[in-house]
């Protein structure tokens, strides 16, 4: 193992448990006999005085992950309401270590030169997944930039046209994308990303929804992982 490789590890171990503390309100208390790792040590790790070994970290990280899964965060911190989502908890850095490390797992090995989002919600999260990639993100607006080419993908939400832009430099043909989207109802933005990608003649190798509505189908010969369902 190369030496940065073992200092990702132990990184994303520290990030986890920093971030499980602190979205969860889980204390030392309840980690020590989790990791088999005194509280005082735990607290040095958090502290960023000390880091925990390669093998430390990898044994800590598996553990973390299985108990204080992504999923579970996101069901703790979701607040649903009868016309309205509220997800700004996106919007916290202790979620994007947390996104960050459950996307290079989930798509351990992807090669990917740009990570494309639509605007503006789905930024934060984009932005997480491009730099663990690290690709160029690139955002979908609703108007068009001037003065350059752009591609453009139309499609109706809510009984309206809502048309998406991206400057055709962004995403080069043969290029290697992979989609961000923070919440699917319909999968109609989704699918309008993937149109855009088809126009650029850019390959689609996979997209992360955070949350979706249950009974969402979207048919592509990319896996299309969700990570937590309503």
Known sequence: MRR??????????????????????????????????????????????????????QEMLAKLMSMYPIETVVKAKLKLYDTYVDMSFVNLPEFWHLYEIYIARKFEGLEVDVVLTAAVDGIPLAVAAASRFEAMLVVAKQYREPGVENYEYTYLREGRPVTLYIPATYIKRGGRVFIVDDIARTGKTLRALIGLCNKAGAQVLGASILVARQGLNIEANFPIDIVYTY
Do not use: C
Not at 29 to 52: I, K, Q
């Open 4 to 57: 940065i490789e073992g200092l990702r590890i132990q990184l994303d171990a520290v990030n986890y448990l920093k971030s499980v503390k602190k979205l969860l309100g889980v204390t030392y208390r309840d980690l020590s006999p989790l990791l088999d790792l005194p509280e005082s040590v735990l607290s040095r790790y958090v502290t960023g005085d000390m880091l925990p070994s390669v093998e430390t970290a």
